[in-house]
């Protein structure tokens, strides 16, 4: 994960150079940009942190650039800037997904309140899609008879009664089971199931 940044998205360099230095005053790290096109040519997966972006830009508008990011799947939170005129375009934004706006002129305690909040927000999602990562290469450890034997250990089958339904002796179940839970890193079938459970939607034993 890199350090979580900033990333600032506005054609006024005045505001720009303000909303930087109230971020260096909070010690939060931020880099600036002067147009949609000029951040779309950055963008990577790897970015952490959050996008202040303005709605009104000449060329690519902020609405625009935001749209191209979830057809990207970049998940950066998008807090957006709008003068009164744009918030119900922001409004939607918040239904398509965007983390949150703020009028013009803002508070300058307000904003970065919000942009921790959106830092932290990316943070804790980070630290869940890694878990989700390290879940799924556990899985992917188990080979197929194992996976079946799993399934079943969650069924809440005992050891006999799995080996009975699997055509196998109950000592190569206790085998399979051992190796499940070692590879696993689970002490328990409970235990297991709670791991497990973690995955949500994106589980795919």
């Not at 830092?119 to 799924?136: C, E, F, N, P, V």
Request: glycine share 6%; with cysteine; proline share 3%.
């Amino acid at each position: 994960m890199n350090s979580p940044t900033v990333q600032i998205v506005d054609d006024d360099a005045a505001v720009r150079d303000a909303l930087q230095w109230l971020l260096q005053s909070r010690c939060v790290a931020s880099r600036t940009w002067e147009s949609g096109e000029a951040f779309l040519d950055f963008v990577s997966p790897k970015l952490c942190g959050c996008l202040l972006l303005d709605v009104r830009m000449p060329g690519m508008s902020g609405i625009e650039l935001f749209d191209r990011l979830r057809a990207l799947k970049c998940r950066l939170p998008v807090i957006f800037l709008t003068g009164h005129g744009d918030v119900p375009m922001a409004v939607q934004a918040l239904k398509d997904g965007a983390f949150d706006f703020i009028e013009k002129p803002y508070d300058d305690n307000a904003l970065v309140d919000k942009v921790l909040a959106a830092i932290d927000h990316d943070t804790r999602r980070y630290a869940k899609d890694g878990s989700l990562l390290l879940l799924q290469q556990r899985l992917a450890q188990l080979t197929q008879r194992e996976q079946e034997v799993m399934q079943l250990i969650l069924a809440g089958k005992l050891n006999k009664v799995i080996a009975d339904e699997l055509s196998i002796a109950m000592r190569t179940v206790e085998v399979h089971r051992s190796h499940i839970f070692e590879k696993m890193q689970v002490r328990s079938a409970v235990e297991l199931s709670q791991v497990l459970g973690v995955l949500g939607d994106a589980r795919d034993y």
